[in-house]
Structures are given as structure tokens and as C-alpha cells.
């Protein structure tokens, strides 16, 4: 079955350290995939997205995610991160569209001072 | 600025009322979407539309219509066969069906 999976639920970093969060994805060919930020209480904003060509995609506020085919991940990171990234992060694909747009259960972002 | 208003941002239902959550989109886009999230669970699609007067169900349709009388409004109604119907809800939108989507900042609904 088509399955995303972001492994980790909670993830604390300091200021200015690195960060990267992981998503897994179990489909048969390769999907679009996104990455999306969510702040307490809104939307979703979207991050980035990779739908073919260089694996490694510059997204917004600094974040950029690689494609990786062979271990089936699309993981995010940021070289250095803000106490504004703090937030939930969520992995999505599709295969073919939004229609079928399959999120992960996202990953909770503390930022320690 | 172009955007997706979703209204009223907390919404609290009795039991076997019916409620209707409001989704409106300045943005000129064809596709429309509802989402509902619960803790933990990420999201999941409820119902989508892809043009004026026609929509699908998703992956959890059971307890909820939708209408799309016009291309800017796609409202959600939570209907009392909906048995758990608290969560926080999301409206978002697309210029077509595999461009990403732009989302409104939610209603969150209740039970009294």
C-alpha cells in the first residue's frame, strides 16, 4: 500500500545547529513530493517540492530536501537553524495529483535558546 | 492580497446538528480541496473538487457534503451522521490538479 512515513514526532535542536528531518515514502514509481511548514493554529505553507530533474531542491527560508530514489526519501534540512522554524513539518506525495495526495503525520520542531 | 479565507475559525456543534464551514478563494483557482487533521494523524482528504459543479470524495467522505456553486466557494457541511467530528479542518487550493496547493488557516470544530 502507498505509504508516507516522517519517522521522527518530535525533534528538539538549538539555535543555529542543523537540522534534518526525515520522510520515508513506499509507492511504485517515483511521486511528486512536497514539504510543507505548519505554525500552531494555520495552514500550511509550502516549503519546496520536487517533481523531476536535480534531486536537490532550494526551497523557502533557507530549507532545501534531496530526492533520494534508491532509499525511497525525500528528507529536508537547514544548515542553520532560527527559533522561527519552530513548527510542524509535513512530508507529502502524490502520484499523479492532489487528488491522491497522501501526508505524512508530521514532525514537531522545538528550537531550545 | 490573494488568498483563502475559511470561516468562522472555531465552530462548536450540538448533537444532531448539522454545521457548515465556510471556504472562500480569491486566487482564481480551478481545484478546491477539504482536509480534516487530528492530532498525530497528519492530513486527510475529505472531499475535492477539480471545476464548478462537480466534486469527488476522498479518502473520509462518510458525514460530510460539499457544494461548488462557484469557483471561489467550496464549503464543508459536517453532517450529524458524523460521528466524531472534532478536528481542525482545512480548506486549500490549486491552479490545477498537480501544482502545489495554498492553504487557509483552518476552522476548528467541536463538540458541546
Known amino acids: 500500500a502507498q505509504s508516507v512515513t516522517q519517522p521522527d514526532i518530535h525533534i528538539t535542536v538549538s539555535e543555529g545547529a542543523s537540522l534534518e528531518l526525515r520522510c520515508n515514502y513506499s509507492?511504485?514509481?517515483?511521486?511528486?513530493l512536497f514539504w510543507y511548514v505548519q505554525s500552531p493554529g494555520q495552514g500550511l505553507q509550502l516549503l519546496l517540492k520536487?517533481?523531476?530533474?536535480?534531486?536537490l531542491v532550494q526551497g523557502i527560508k533557507g530549507f532545501e530536501a534531496e530526492f533520494k530514489r534508491s532509499q525511497s526519501s525525500f528528507n529536508l534540512r537547514k544548515p542553520s537553524v532560527h527559533w522561527s522554524d519552530a513548527a510542524e513539518y509535513f512530508c507529502?506525495?502524490?502520484?499523479?495529483?492532489?487528488?491522491?495526495?497522501?501526508f505524512g503525520a508530521g514532525t514537531r520542531l522545538t528550537v531550545k535558546p | 492580497d490573494g488568498g483563502i479565507t475559511q470561516s468562522p475559525k472555531y465552530l462548536f456543534r450540538k448533537e444532531g446538528q448539522n454545521v457548515t464551514l465556510s471556504c472562500e478563494q480569491n486566487?482564481?483557482?480551478?481545484?478546491m480541496y477539504w482536509y480534516r487533521q487530528d492530532p498525530g494523524q497528519g492530513l486527510r482528504l475529505i472531499y475535492y473538487?477539480?471545476?464548478?459543479?462537480?466534486?469527488q470524495k476522498g479518502d473520509i467522505a462518510e458525514g460530510y457534503s460539499v457544494s461548488r456553486e462557484k469557483k471561489e466557494s467550496f464549503p464543508l457541511t459536517v453532517t450529524s451522521a458524523q460521528k466524531n467530528p472534532t478536528a481542525f479542518y482545512l480548506c486549500?487550493?490549486?491552479?490545477?490538479?498537480?501544482?502545489?496547493?495554498?492553504f487557509g488557516d483552518g476552522t476548528r470544530l467541536s463538540i458541546l
Open positions: 486549500a487550493s490549486s491552479p490545477g490538479v498537480v501544482q502545489p496547493q495554498h
Open positions: 509507492y511504485g514509481a517515483t511521486p511528486y
Open positions: 520536487y517533481f523531476s530533474g536535480d534531486t
Open positions: 507529502a506525495v502524490a502520484l499523479y495529483n492532489n487528488n491522491d495526495m497522501r
Open positions: 486566487l482564481n483557482h480551478d481545484a
Open positions: 473538487s477539480q471545476i464548478v459543479n462537480d466534486f
